[in-house]
C-alpha cells in the first residue's frame, strides 16, 4: 500500500565546522518521501516557488514519489538556513524566509484521497488538519512535529493528537509538552492526550515506542562520523511509515522493526548533506545495517 | 569463582527534591560489592574509620561479602554530602571529608592475592595500581574511574589503562580523555591507551561496548521514577563483574550478558536511596528485569 506524506518542501543552506552547503534539497517532505520510498510507492503533497531546481524534481521521480500534490507556485520555495556546531548536537537557524509556503494550503488529488498510510510531517498543525479534513478513512495516521508548533500553535496541536494514531516527537519536546523528566511519566501523559502510538526520539540514543504492545527501545545505529544530521527525524519517521505500509499483518506487530528500518535509514540520512547520501542508498545497504542491529543488540 | 573489588567505602549524604538522607553507606565498592553479590563470592578492600555504623557492617555480612580486606581505623569514615536538582541528572557535591580515606593504603590479606577476577572500582588511580600490585596473576581486571581523577591524576591513570583488560567510564568522562564527541571514535583512542575491553555509560541511555567480539549496545532499564541515582555506576559495573566471575565460558562471549546483569543491578540501586533498595533486591526480581529487556528490545 502506498503512503501519503505531507510536510514541508525547501532548500536548506547548512553549515558545519567541516563545510558549507547552499540551497540543498530539504524539508520534512522531502527527507520523509524518499526514506519512506525505498520500502512503498509514496505520494507526496507539498509547495515550492518557481525557483526550485529542476533536478530536485528529478531526484524526487528518481525515487518514483508522486508529484501530483506537489503544488508550484508563484514565489520562491521555502529557504532555511542553519549552522551545527563541532558536536552536531546543537545548531541554530541563521535564516528563515518562508515564501511559498507562507499561504500554502495542501489540496489533495482525488488520486490521494484513499490512502491507508498517512503521515503528516513536521508542518504546522492547521495544515496537518487539512489533509486529514481531505482523506477518507485512513488506516493509520502518524504526525510528527516541533518545538515552534508547541510555542505558537499548541491548541490545534493538541487538537490533532486526538484524530492520530501515533505521534512522534523528539525527548526535549516531550519534556516541553508534558512537563515531565521521566521519559515512561511523558509518554503516559502522551497516551491521555490521544494518540495509541508514542515514539519518543533521543538522537544518537535511538527512539523509545510506547503502544499497545508495549514498549520498545529502538537503536540508532552508531555511526563514525556524523557529517549532518538535519532531517535525521523526518527520514526515521519516512521509513517506519514506508516499511509499515507494506508489511503484512497488524501495525502493533510490525512498528518495532518499521522503527529499526527507519533508524537505519536516518543514519545514512546523518552520512551526508541534505539528501545526497540517502538518495545514493541501496536496499542490500540497509538490510545490512538492520541486521547488524540485531548483533548489535543481541545479548 | 570470586571477585575481588577495591574502591571507596562511604557515607553519603543525599540530598533530591524530595527528601535528605544522611550517612546512608555508600561509595564505589559498596554499591559494586553488594551489586557483585548476587552473582558471586565477593573479597571487599577497603577502609572505615571508628564511626562506621555497626549496621552497616551487618548489611555487608549479609550479602556473605569478605570483609577481611576492610580496614578499620583509628578517625571518621570519608563522608560525602551532595545535591541532585530536579532531573537527576546534574549533582553537585556539597561536602567531601575524607577522613581515614586520606591516608588509605589498599593492603590485601593473603585469601585476597589469587582473586582471578579483579573490579578496581572508582578511586585514586595509584591505589589501582597498588591492588595490582598484590595479585598474582588475574585472569581478568576492569577499571573504573571518574572525572576527578582525569583532572589531577591523569598520569597514573594512563600507566593504569595499560595494566588492565577492560576500562568503564561515562561519556563525558570519555570525551575529556579523547576529546572525541563521537562514540565510535572515543572507543578507538581509548583502545589504543591499552584496554582490550571498552564501556562507555550513558546513564538512563544504556551504555556501549566495545571489544574482541564487536560492540554491543547495552540498554537501560526503563523506571518510571528515579528515587536517587548515586552508585548506579558502581552498581552496574559490580553486577557485570559478579556475573562475569562465575559465567562459563569465554569473557568476550559472556560481557554482553554481563552487561546487561548490571543494567539491571543499577535500575534497582536508582530507586532507593543509597543501598536502601539493592540490599532489598532478589535474585528473582533481576531475572524478571533481564526477561523484560529481551523483551523490550526485541524486534
Not at 503528516?120 to 518545538?147: C, E, G, S, W, Y
Not at 521519559?183 to 535511538?206: D, N, Y
Amino acid at each position: 500500500m502506498s503512503v501519503l506524506i505531507v510536510g514541508s518542501t525547501a532548500l536548506d543552506s547548512i553549515k558545519t565546522p567541516q563545510a558549507e552547503n547552499p540551497r540543498l534539497l530539504g524539508g520534512s517532505a522531502s527527507h520523509a518521501a524518499v526514506a519512506a520510498s525505498f520500502f512503498a510507492p509514496v505520494k507526496m503533497v507539498g509547495v515550492v516557488g518557481e525557483d526550485f531546481p529542476k533536478k530536485y524534481v528529478t531526484l524526487y521521480k528518481k525515487h518514483r514519489i508522486d508529484l501530483a500534490g506537489l503544488q508550484v507556485q508563484r514565489g520562491k520555495t521555502f529557504h532555511w538556513a542553519g549552522e551545527y556546531e563541532v558536536n552536531m548536537n546543537q545548531r541554530r537557524t541563521l535564516l528563515t524566509e518562508l515564501g511559498v509556503f507562507e499561504k500554502f494550503t495542501p489540496h489533495l488529488p482525488e488520486s490521494y484521497k484513499q490512502s491507508p498510510f498517512v503521515l503528516l510531517a513536521n508542518i504546522a498543525p492547521a495544515l496537518q488538519h487539512h489533509v486529514l479534513d481531505q482523506i477518507a478513512r485512513p488506516k493509520f495516521v502518524v504526525a510528527d512535529t516541533m518545538d515552534l508548533w508547541l510555542n505558537i500553535a499548541l491548541e490545534e496541536l493538541l487538537r490533532l493528537l486526538k484524530r492520530i494514531d501515533g505521534f512522534v516527537l523528539n525527548d526535549s519536546e516531550a519534556h516541553q509538552l508534558t512537563q515531565e523528566d521521566n521519559v515512561l511519566a511523558a509518554m503516559r501523559k502522551l497516551h491521555q492526550l490521544g494518540p495509541k502510538f508514542v515514539i519518543i526520539k533521543k538522537g544518537s540514543h535511538g527512539s523509545m515506542l510506547s503502544g499497545p504492545n508495549g514498549c520498545f527501545l529502538c537503536p540508532a545505529y552508531p555511526l563514525p562520523k556524523v557529517v549532518d544530521p538535519t532531517g535525521a527525524g523526518d527520514s526515521f519517521v519516512g521509513g517506519l511509515m514506508g516499511y509499515l505500509s507494506t508489511a503484512r499483518g497488524a501495525v502493533q506487530t510490525n512498528i518495532r522493526r518499521a522503527m529499526v528500518y527507519g533508524s537505519v535509514v536516518a543514519s545514512f540520512c546523518c552520512e551526508g548533506f541534505g539528501l545526497s547520501r540517502t538518495t545514493r542508498v541501496k536496499s542490500a545497504e540497509i538490510e545490512k545495517r538492520v541486521e547488524e542491529l540485531e548483533r548489535l543488540t543481541r545479548f
